[in-house]
């Protein structure tokens, strides 16, 4: 049990941050998103989303493609296949760990 | 801990509901089987009020055949556009766009869907003759095994199956209509087991609550949010 929990120390810092853990599994879950949807699931700012997807772009785990809709634009997000693998390791991870947690009730 | 790793599901399960939460899917799924109706009340026609010459019958069955399968794809394929044409309209601006991911079955072009069409229809054939078998044995009152009864069950599985797997709740309920509706079909007129006519009333039924459903749930979405522009 103390290996799956020392395992979190070594989680990845960037995806390990709430909000961008949010924003990874929502991508993870799709080809790809605009700005507009990931503002309204993890209910960020727009200056607080930017921050966080310009984050995940320095990383690699994120593309983000500016396109127009017509006149509209329209910015476009999508994980890397490095972002993806990134998201495994750390679902792993917190999973192992959640799973050797006692229940509440015994020792 | 735990919590999060709840978080983390309930963000991606929603990811993939997104695309019913207009409604517009029930929609065209009940435009689906308001055809269907039509086509299967026609086959129904040319059963009933055959032509005398035997090589017409041939031909006409054989038409209907292509008809109703090139006529279903056609169908699927302006409705499926008319959907997106829709969202990008409505939907998109004021909730944003997704892209879901290829299913290995978009990914293999027509000759796969084809082969999965061809597959579906053995399956169907397969099942069929086993709830045959099953109520030859059982000797079950007929209204069980109609037409209607096994439809209503059928599309109530996949309804229920769909609705368990996104939690949304009123695919669970459409399911449960889709069994009653079957079975007061089946019991109103308990007719021989492959009546098509009962079949083609729960086509024609459930079309139409799939289509009402949608349209309120449309409402309700457009109620509830606003084009991204407007504050």
């Known amino acids: 049990m103390a290996d799956d929990f020392r395992s979190l120390l070594d989680a990845d810092r960037v995806i390990h941050e709430p909000a961008r853990l949010i924003i990874t599994a ?8 605009d700005f507009l949807y990931l503002l309204r699931e993890t209910g960020l700012t727009k200056g607080n989303l930017s921050s966080h997807l310009s984050k995940l772009e320095e990383a690699g785990y ?14 476009l997000c999508r994980l890397t296949e490095a972002g993806r693998a990134a998201f495994e390791d750390y679902r792993a991870r917190l999973k192992r760990a959640v799973d050797s ?6 020792p | 801990m735990a919590l999060i790793t709840d978080k983390l599901e309930t963000a991606m399960r929603r990811t993939h509901r997104y695309w019913y ?28 009020h055959p032509p005398e010459s035997p090589l017409a019958v041939l031909v006409l069955a054989l038409g209907l055949i292509v008809v109703a399968w ?27 766009y997704v892209a879901y991911r290829s299913t290995p079955a978009k990914r293999s072009g027509l000759a ?42 059928v599309i109530g599985i996949v309804l229920f199956g769909l609705g368990r797997r996104l939690h949304v709740t009123r695919f669970q309920v459409l399911a449960g209509v889709s069994v009653l509706v079957g079975m007061v ?12 006519r009962n079949s083609i009333i729960y086509f024609v039924i459930m079309g139409s609550i799939l289509t009402a459903s949608g349209l309120i749930t449309l409402v309700r979405y457009l109620r509830q949010t606003k084009p991204a522009g407007e504050v």
């Open chain 2, 112 to 153: 796969g869907r084809l082969a999965l069409a061809g597959a579906a229809f053995v399956l169907s054939m397969v099942l069929s003759g086993a709830l045959s078998a099953v109520a030859v044995a059982l000797r079950p009152p007929d209204w069980v095994f109609s037409m209607a009864m096994v439809q209503g069950v």
């Open chain 1, 26 to 33: 929502i991508l993870y879950s799709v080809e790809s998103a």
């Open chain 1, 101 to 106: 947690m006692p229940q509440a009730d015994e």
């Open chain 1, 62 to 75: 994120v593309q983000i493609e500016k396109t127009f809709v017509g006149k509209i634009p329209r910015t």
């Open chain 2, 21 to 48: 939460e207009d409604g517009l899917a029930e929609i065209a799924a009940g435009i689906l089987f308001l055809v269907g109706g039509l086509i299967v009340f026609v086959g129904y026609l040319l059963a009933t």
């Open chain 2, 185 to 196: 079909i089946a019991l109103s007129d308990p007719p021989a087991v492959l009546d098509v």
């Open chain 2, 70 to 96: 090139g006529g279903t794809v056609l169908v699927g394929r302006v409705v499926s556009r008319a959907v997106t044409a829709v969202k990008s309209r409505v939907t998109y601006p004021r909730t944003g």
